[in-house]
């Protein structure tokens, strides 16, 4: 049938008021009709006419509304309900001594204004006109102040519709639909400062529409299976959203009057459904036969005289079932099953239209993140190491940006990032964080053991766990040294590349709360990103070390051990104490003379190994120039300098080398100085532990001064 055609401007508008004005016409003209000794004989039947017009009105919308041709014009009949009731407000001294129109009509005129200042408006109404004196005319100069009100009232429902119809949550929702959907549609928009764009605001539109998008397709299928079927309800019945649950899960249920049935639980057991979902294979039965088959529906059992299971496939994917009940007697109509299964199909079609489009979302926020995260070790990168401190490692802020996601996007209470060995026997946590904002790494190695996160390693398969508390498992979930006694649901989800980091990701929540697939998806996802971002830190962390370190010993080159030195000299402004050590090789030059430069290499490298394993992670260690090292030593009296530089100088004396079948040792000469008695800036501190160094060479080397 083709569309109606589109009626021009001027014509919608006269339809649309028309109605009002006549009832204002009608109601002026009632008034007009008032004589000077009385109203005319006939202005009961005028005011009658008035209510007449309104139940043919109102009689005309809801015989169209019923076809869903057009909606009830509630303009049109507010405007000759308040023209009857005002022409028998004057008509009526009882009604009028009452007050009872003017104090209720005109909230209703203005019938956008919310109930609470209609309320008000009421009493201020119904307060007003009780003191207006009206004995003199009784009738007239209430009516004129009636008129009067209508004014402010309509005035108050126009203020309403404009300004606060849609309150400000319903702007901020409106103005959050719009910026997602730009979101959604323009993803580079919005790039500049402060105005990234939010990657779990995106996933959770994605996942809103799909499950909307989803629902809605269904319910259309359903609603056209159920005068098809004969049914009295039609229901799409879908495995257990939560792992453990013994109820089917229905998304969606169509009686024969067209309502959403409620609390219709349909157990994992129940026989139709697992014939169409486990077998794959249709189920019928009518009679006593389906009699036994049956459901609680709110809150009573039923039992049906005809019921038929089609299952719904997506490909090789079992997307569940849809359930065809009749209660009443005759039985389904004869094209029920073929209905049924057209119906199916249809169905599942919506499912894969719907999670292509979640996909979508996923890709887009997946596009989204990495270049968040990009952004993030790039702003890390141009920013360098803060007064006095190492540089921020751009993997460090890779697992934070992952943790943040990965708490937004599957509502979990804490997040593990655990890196694994090669072998996948032991892990050490990279990152603990926590809702709250907790963030915490540990060091030390943790072996696997018996728990399932080394099996999820090792096999590279997601593993989810409900009601841990209630029924333990087998096995523990994570290492003793991580579990939480509060932990009752967790997903580890497997995390390996060529990104130069394997191991896992760790979602733990609390009672109440079951991970679901579209989770392990949606971390899966996220590890994705993860990899991505580490396979650039990985690459800013190798730039870094190349410009910061010296490439023989991996200790700091000069120019980075003098930068880092001077800002902490520069924080400590003389309040504590601390020490700098000149460390140089004793005759190098004949090793390298008698065995080559390799040998003198390999000497170098074994002492900055042995200077490295005496040091501190708050002490610094750098490559001076040729044979001579300088190590800072945070915190550090000279007492305590002391013992240091000598333990340096034994340590070095009792490592061996191997050149040529012959064992050879060398030996070392090391100058302390300490601050601030020694000096209070750089060239101050290394000058004196230089002369100290010198003096320890001219008294036979192999020795420490101060």
């Known amino acids: ?163 606060f119809a849609i309150s400000r949550a319903g702007k901020d929702m409106v103005r959050k639909a719009i910026d997602d959907s730009r979101s959604l549609l323009l993803p580079w928009e919005g790039e500049g400062p402060g105005a990234e764009t939010s990657v779990d605001r995106l996933d959770d539109l994605g996942l809103i529409r799909w499950r909307e998008e989803t629902l809605d397709g269904i319910r259309r299928v359903l609603e056209g299976l159920v005068p098809m079927t004969g049914a009295d309800t039609v229901l799409f019945v879908s495995p257990p959203g939560t792992p453990g649950d013994p109820y089917m899960e229905t998304i969606s249920a169509r009686s024969r009057d067209g309502a959403v049935e409620d609390g219709i639980r349909v157990p994992d057991s129940y026989v139709p459904v697992r014939e169409a979902t486990v077998f794959r294979r249709l189920f019928s039965a009518s009679g006593e036969e389906a009699a036994i088959f049956g459901l609680a529906i709110a809150g009573r059992d039923v039992a049906p005289t005809a019921i038929v299971a089609v299952p719904v496939t997506g490909g090789e994917k079992m997307e569940g079932a849809i359930l065809a009940l009749r209660f009443a007697d005759g039985g389904l109509a004869e094209p029920a099953v073929p209905a049924l299964e057209m119906g199916a199909f249809f169905v599942a079609r919506e499912i894969a239209a719907g999670r292509r489009s979640y996909r979508s979302a996923l890709y887009i926020a997946r596009q989204d993140a990495f270049q968040k995260l990009v952004r993030k070790i790039a702003q890390v990168s141009d920013e360098g190491p803060g007064p006095g401190a190492e540089t921020v490692s751009p993997r460090r802020e890779i697992y934070r940006e992952t943790a943040v996601q990965t708490l937004s996007h599957l509502d979990a209470d804490h997040v593990l990032i655990i890196e694994s060995d090669e072998k996948g026997a032991k892990g050490r946590l990279a990152l603990r964080a926590a809702r709250n904002g907790k963030a915490e790494e540990a060091e030390q190695w943790v072996p696997f053991g018996d728990s399932y996160a080394g ?244 008294g036979g080397r192999d020795r420490v001064t101060l």
């Open 1 to 163: 049938m083709p569309p109606p055609p589109i009626r021009p401007p001027a014509e919608r508008l006269a339809a649309r008021y028309l109605f009002p004005v006549l009832a204002l016409a009608h109601l002026l003209g009632f008034l007009a009709s008032r004589g000077r000794g009385g109203w005319a004989p006939w202005a009961p039947e005028w005011a009658g006419s008035a209510f007449g017009i309104l139940g043919g009105l109102l009689a005309r919308d809801f015989v169209t509304a019923r076809r869903r041709d057009r909606l009830p014009d509630i303009t049109s009949a507010l405007a000759w309900g308040a023209a009857g009731a005002l022409e028998l407000h004057a008509l009526s001294r009882a009604v009028a001594a009452s007050r009872l129109v003017p104090a209720v009509l005109f909230p209703a005129i203005a019938y956008l204004v919310p109930s609470g200042p209609a309320a008000a408006y009421a009493v201020v109404s119904a307060a007003w006109l009780s003191w207006l004196p009206g004995h003199r005319w009784p009738f007239f100069p209430e009516a004129i102040a009636t008129l009067a009100l209508a004014g402010p009232g309509l005035w108050a429902g126009a203020a309403v519709r404009r300004g």
């Open 455 to 698: 099996w999820v390693v090792r096999h590279g398969t997601s593993r989810m766990f409900s009601g841990v508390r209630s029924s333990s498992v087998r096995h523990p979930v994570l290492p003793p040294p991580w579990s939480d006694p509060d932990a009752d649901a967790y997903l580890l989800v497997p995390v390996r590349g060529a990104s130069g980091f394997g191991g896992l990701i760790a979602c733990v929540s609390g009672e109440g709360r079951s991970f679901q697939a579209r989770d392990a998806e949606a971390a899966g996802e996220i590890a994705r990103v993860m990899k991505m971002g580490l396979s650039h830190a990985l690459r800013v962390e190798s730039l870094e070390r190349d410009a910061t370190r010296d490439g023989l010993t991996g200790l700091l080159n000069q120019k980075t051990f003098r930068t880092r030195f001077g800002n902490i000299l520069g924080r400590l402004d003389g309040r504590y104490p601390c020490a700098v050590v000149m460390l140089d090789l004793d005759h190098f030059k004949r090793v390298n003379d008698s065995y080559g430069h390799p040998a003198g290499d390999e000497v170098l490298k074994r002492c900055a190994s042995v200077i490295r394993k005496t040091i501190r992670k708050v002490d610094l260690a750098g490559r001076y120039g040729g044979e001579e090292f300088v190590i800072y030593l945070a915190h550090t009296d000279r007492d305590h300098a002391a013992q240091v530089a000598e333990r340096l100088r034994l340590m070095i004396r009792q490592t061996r080398f191997t050149f040529g079948g012959k064992e050879v040792g060398v030996t070392a000469s090391l100058g302390v100085a300490c601050y601030p008695d020694q000096g209070r800036t750089v060239e101050e501190m290394l000058g004196r532990a230089d002369e100290a160094l010198y003096r320890s060479k001219e």
